[in-house]
């Protein structure tokens, strides 16, 4: 439940511990035009949120940053480790969640997450694509954090799996869309090949801030 002194929003999470095994580098260090991408999301979501938490393995790539960057404290469990330790850590009761490698965040969509949240008592606000869910672009709360561990207790290790067992808000596919016709907002750069479609099909006229 959300305490007495603490805000309802206001932290979002950027996860950047994955492997990069695809992409060949590790894409906390992806650029675009001598940009690093996760520089960019970092100033995209300054403009909303009080505080960026960036969940890292390489805590050296980040020297002199004025963010919080911390690590799993449940090591080796996936995204859940990240967003674990992302709530953990959170000055807020929702947090806004984003991978390292998704590029194209819709500050209107969050807008309309936090809307959607603002009276209702879930334990994450979630967007469903067909059968499947997304699971970052997404909210979630601190009353979270005893499910996560003692899903991890029982040997999962599943986003999908956790959210089935849980009160959680879905945005459907068909709502999504009118914020994000082509789903990019959903886009990760896995591969280069993603990056090279990236940098062809949006654009590098949409990369300003």
Not at 5 to 24: C, D, E, P, Q, W
Not at 101 to 124: G, R
Request: charged share 25%; with cysteine.
């Amino acid at each position: 439940m959300l305490g007495d002194n603490m805000k309802k929003f206001g932290t979002a999470v950027i996860l950047a511990g994955g492997k990069s095994t695809r992409m060949g580098f590790d894409k906390q260090l992806l650029k675009i035009d001598e940009r690093r991408l996760i520089d960019n999301l970092r100033n995209k979501l300054n403009k909303t949120f009080d505080e960026i938490i960036v969940v890292t393995n390489k805590s050296e790539y980040y020297l002199g940053f004025s963010d919080k960057i911390t690590k799993d404290i449940i090591v080796g469990k996936g995204p859940l480790s990240g967003i674990h330790v992302g709530l953990v850590e959170a000055n807020s009761h929702y947090v806004y969640f984003v991978a390292c490698d998704m590029p194209n965040i819709n500050m209107e969509y969050i807008d309309y997450m936090m809307e959607e949240l603002e009276n209702l008592e879930v334990k994450a606000c979630v967007t469903r694509y067909g059968k499947w869910i997304e699971p970052f672009n997404a909210f979630y709360s601190k009353d979270m954090i005893w499910d996560i561990e003692q899903h991890i207790l029982q040997g999962a290790r599943s986003v999908n799996s956790l959210l089935d067992k849980l009160e959680v808000h879905y945005i459907e596919e068909e709502m999504a869309r009118t914020f994000s016709p082509n789903w990019d907002m959903f886009l990760n750069l896995n591969t280069k090949e993603d990056l090279e479609y990236f940098l062809k099909i949006i654009g590098r006229e949409n990369w300003g801030i």
